[in-house]
């Protein structure tokens, strides 16, 4: 257990719909990392926020958007969702602004879209 | 920008050793990273190297050369619960595809 928590485990939609995923960091980490990964794209960096700031951003599309919160857990917005959006999302947590060390994942979050 | 090349499968034997290499191109770099992921489930770290040389873990040991922007992972006495797929990454934003390594008996 990495002490991150995402939840959905598990989410089927149709097109053209608006999720949510959420994430909640392992205890004292102020760092939230968010990855989509496909089967054929690998592992893709979306988006990082330190402390409740936006401090990197990977392949996001403008459909998706992501915060952090006051106390540190984190939401992924997918919207007008497309067949191709079907994925597993992770989120990742450190303790630092600039990664020099561990990243913890937590258990991913499967969006199908039908 | 940032370019990582791994093999993207690999097969070995129980009980062998395997070296999987990772050649990578960053505009910035302070650090590489390896990460097992086994299907369906989260990435977990396995080593973080920054200076050249080789960092020895167990049966797990990282290599590095940031003058030729290379690494390589190498597994010692294989088990079958290494079959997985291994991730270079590059700080921590850039993920290579990953190598999955099937060990068989």
């Known amino acids: 257990d990495s002490g991150v928590t995402q939840t959905p485990k598990h989410l089927i939609t149709a097109t053209g719909q608006r999720v949510t995923l959420r994430c909640s960091p392992r205890?004292?980490?102020?760092?939230v990392y968010w990855y989509q990964q496909s089967l054929d794209q690998g592992l893709q960096f979306l988006i990082q926020?330190?402390?409740?700031?936006?401090?990197a951003k990977g392949n996001i599309l403008e459909r998706f958007s992501a915060q952090q919160f006051p106390d540190l857990h984190s939401e992924l917005n997918l919207s007008s969702l497309e067949l191709g959006d079907s994925a597993l999302y992770f989120c990742?947590?450190?303790?630092?602004?600039?990664?020099?060390?561990?990243?913890?994942f937590g258990e991913g979050s499967r969006l199908t879209v039908l | 920008g940032q370019n990582i090349d791994q093999p993207t499968e690999m097969t070995a034997t129980e009980g062998a050793i395997v070296q999987i290499n990772c050649t990578y191109q960053?505009?910035?770099?302070?650090?590489l990273f390896w990460y097992q992921q086994h299907a369906g489930e989260a990435p977990t770290f396995l080593s973080y190297?920054?200076?050249?040389g080789l960092e020895e873990k167990g049966r797990f040991s990282s290599f590095l050369s940031r003058s030729k922007g290379y690494s390589y992972l190498l597994l010692k006495e294989l088990q079958m619960k290494d079959s997985a797929s291994y991730l270079c990454?590059?700080?921590?934003?850039?993920f290579g595809k990953g190598t999955m390594l099937l060990v068989s008996p």
């Open positions: 990742a947590s450190s303790q630092r602004q600039e990664n020099t060390g561990e990243l913890f």
């Open positions: 205890s004292g980490d102020l760092s």
């Open positions: 926020y330190y402390n409740g700031e936006e401090r």
């Open positions: 960053t505009s910035g770099f302070n650090g």
């Open positions: 190297n920054v200076l050249d």
């Open positions: 990454a590059v700080r921590d934003l850039t």
